[in-house]
């Protein structure tokens, strides 16, 4: 496991624990990873010193709620907030039309009357997202958890 302090765009400082350095860069990647305090998917490493044990000391566990098989995102957030994005997708999941890939185009589908207006989600990249914004689709970035 490694711990990196992390950073986002609004300036939120907090730490996330990784399998390695390249799931941390697969994940920021894929914007996995979100800011526990505002949910902000563009996150950075911050810089931090080196963690330097001396040879008598057993190097420390990670703090509890920070480490375990979820990584990333979740590891780095407090669980109320975890559970609370959880629910948010099971409300969606349970209240929405999956379209998956063609979120953008049925988004705009939705916005121009040419599709039957009703709640969607779906996955759209950054530069996509920020299209749809441009022309004003109401678009908003959820942080999706994992069930477990």
């Known amino acids: 496991m490694i711990k990196?302090?992390?950073?986002?765009?609004?300036?939120?400082?907090?730490?996330?624990?990784?399998r390695d350095g390249a799931t941390?860069?697969?994940q920021s990647a894929a914007a996995e990873i979100c800011c526990p305090v505002c949910g902000d998917t563009a996150v950075r490493k911050a810089p931090m010193a080196p963690n330097v044990i001396g040879s008598?000391?057993?190097?420390?566990?990670?703090?509890a709620g920070?480490?375990?098989?979820?990584?990333?995102?979740?590891?780095?957030?407090p669980s109320d907030l975890h559970?609370?994005?959880?629910?948010?997708?099971?409300?969606i999941e349970d209240n929405a039309d999956n379209v998956g890939e063609r979120f953008p185009e049925e988004a705009r589908r939705i916005h121009s009357g040419e599709a039957e207006d009703r709640p969607i989600y779906g996955q759209a990249s950054t530069e996509e997202a920020d299209s749809l914004r441009d022309e004003g689709i109401d678009v908003v970035t959820v942080p999706w958890l994992r069930q477990h």
């Open 83 to 91: 559970e609370a994005l959880l629910r948010l997708r099971r409300h």
């Open 56 to 63: 008598r000391r057993a190097e420390e566990p990670p703090p």
């Open 24 to 26: 941390y860069d697969a």
């Open 66 to 77: 920070e480490s375990g098989a979820a990584g990333g995102a979740a590891a780095a957030m």
């Open 4 to 18: 990196f302090r992390l950073i986002c765009a609004q300036d939120h400082d907090f730490e996330g624990w990784f």
